[in-house]
């Protein structure tokens, strides 16, 4: 069997993480005095920590001094990682471990390309951190997505030719990467947000191993 190189984003994708950074942005908007809708919430996956304080305060047309920004960016970190404190195995999202397993035991090649910073703490505490052979997170990329660069370096772990790599991404910013990267983009979430993506699933329970292996055989 070919193998072929599978690529996860991790917070929307593996596990519910994207509900928990809404929550500690949204406390901190309205701190400032604005809130944040479930649709802007959607502009900000996949977005790193700095870009997304900066498209909120835009939101709330707010300017902050250097000083108060990181702050409010520390702030933000720990409501964060109050919540992830509280994760284990059992936040791993429906049939993620299924698809897992599958790629496991055909051999195939699985990274993680994430923007988080936190990535390696949250595949910790799910207890899935040594399931990947190559590890991609917000500390080792110097262009966040919609750069392809998070993707490349991972299919460069995975020592497999961007052609020969698929994507699982929730966010628009993603799966624009994973098409300019040359990859296969697996949408994770709904077609009106996702519809750039060349295959849309509304979560892994949609996902049969049938579609797996054709995609691994292409
Ligand atoms: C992405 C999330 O995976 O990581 C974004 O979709 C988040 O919402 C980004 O801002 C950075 O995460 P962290 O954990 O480094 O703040
Ligand atoms: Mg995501």
């Not at 919540?83 to 698809?99: F, S, Y």
């Amino acid at each position: 069997m070919n193998k072929k190189g599978f690529i996860f984003d991790l917070d929307g994708v593996i596990v519910d993480t994207a509900k928990y950074h809404y929550l500690a942005w949204k406390s901190l908007a309205n701190e400032l005095g604005f809130d944040i809708s479930l649709e802007q919430n959607e502009q900000l996956k996949g977005v790193s920590r700095v870009r997304s304080l900066e498209i909120i305060l835009g939101w709330g047309n707010k300017t902050l001094s250097q000083e108060a920004f990181d702050k409010y960016m520390a702030e933000k970190n720990d409501n964060y990682l109050s919540h992830i404190a509280q994760m284990d195995a059992g936040e791993i999202l429906p049939d993620v471990p299924k698809t897992l397993n599958y790629l496991q035991e055909t051999q195939q090649g699985i990274a993680l390309g994430s923007a988080s910073k936190n990535a390696r703490k949250i595949l910790r505490k799910v207890g899935l951190f040594e399931v990947f052979e190559g590890i991609v997170d917000g500390n080792d990329v110097s262009k966040a997505k919609p750069d392809p660069e998070v993707f490349l370096i991972a299919a460069e772990k995975l020592d497999k030719k961007p052609t020969d790599c698929i994507v699982f991404e929730d966010s628009v910013a993603g799966v624009t990467a994973a098409n300019s990267a040359g990859m296969i983009s697996i949408g994770i979430g709904s077609e009106d947000t996702l519809g750039h993506a060349d295959y849309v699933f509304k979560d892994f329970t949609e996902i049969q191993t049938s579609f797996i292996e054709e995609l691994i055989n292409r």
